[in-house]
């Protein structure tokens, strides 16, 4: 399972970018999905990967983010705080926070919690 948290607000966003945002339920900033990928879910990922923070999470991190952060119409949508400490939104990651962080996004939603 993967977990996948919107970095960017609506600023300067074409309008394909935006539905791939709708599509996958990640419609402001900071919210947090979970999720499964299928093939066609992967390929928005991938088109969105320079706007989003993604990475493999533990199954402690989600019972913790289900516990805090947990919706029961809709258990794998979160919204998170702001990261405690600040972020780098400018950057990939390792110097910043966008794109892919295997298993390093749980440090990074231990954070936002």
Known sequence: MI??????GD????GDVRETFNRLNLRKKYNCIVLNPT???EG???KVSDLIAFGEISGETLKKLSEKRGNKNNPNF??????RGGIKT????PKGVLGN????INEL???ML
């Not at 979160?78 to 990261?83: A, K, M, N, T, V």
């Not at 962080?101 to 390093?104: P, V």
């Open 44 to 46: 928005m990922i991938k």
């Open 101 to 104: 962080h295997k298993d390093k």
């Open 39 to 41: 093939k066609e879910q």
């Open 109 to 111: 939603i231990e954070r």
């Open 90 to 93: 400018k950057f990939h990651f």
């Open 78 to 83: 979160f919204r998170l705080h702001p990261p």
């Open 3 to 8: 977990a996948i948290i919107r970095i960017t």
């Open 11 to 14: 600023v300067n966003l074409s």
